[in-house]
């Protein structure tokens, strides 16, 4: 645990992905994919060609690109998430690249018309060069003219809906509790997460780095990125006051 009250390694807990899957991961949310391909592809400009997609998790949004043609590779550190995704894979008869890699170690130059990283999957590791290097590397795994689109929940918008304690109903009929606190001066965020049911508590701590669209902009551009559009959410709406979302579009010089 460190000084800031979490996991530093949070995200490589497997367990922590397999007791919060369904909550996180429910039908509904897998069912969405459909729709929201259908936006990044109108968003990004990109209806064809080799798709990255950074931290993949159970593949909902690589499989959807892969149905329309997309020659996809899906990348995510646990093995529990791509077991997922390779049996929904094998379900709807799609053909994607599954490759078991820490995302801060994932490089492959100029092989990518289009890269994804999506569900705030950005911004994990407690050094901040780190999370610079992995937007080093989706930098230069485009090619040139090549697009990300990255999506995370903005400093703003969660300023906006701020809540310090909350709880919802998981599928399973767990209560999923989630605890958070803001600290090194909105920089960050510490989440413990608790999971209540027949068998106990299961408790989790995780944490964030917090991004601003001006600080995630100008990390874009410094990591190599010739020019950053942000928007609230994947139908393109001005990132303002009422954005849900906080999604980048960035472009590699052609």
Known sequence: ????????????EEEFWRVSFPFM?????????????EQLIALSGCESGDLLDMCCGPGRHALAFAQRGFRVTGVDATAFLLDKARERAEREDAEVEWVESDMREFLRPESYDLALSLFTSFGFFEDAADNRAVLGHLCQSLRPGGTLVIDVLGKEVLARKYVAVDAQESPTGDIVVQRRRIYDDWSRIAT?????????VRRFHLGL???????LREMLLAAGFEAVELYGDF??????PQASRLVAVASRAG
């Open 235 to 240: 139908l393109g709406s001005a990132y303002g």
């Open 192 to 200: 413990e997460w608790l999971f209540v049911g027949d068998d106990g």
């Open 209 to 215: 780095w917090l991004y601003s669209g001006r600080e």
């Open 1 to 12: 645990m460190s000084a800031s009250g979490h996991d530093p390694d949070w995200f490589s």
């Open 25 to 37: 991961f429910g039908a509904g949310r897998l069912d969405a994919a459909d729709a929201e391909v």
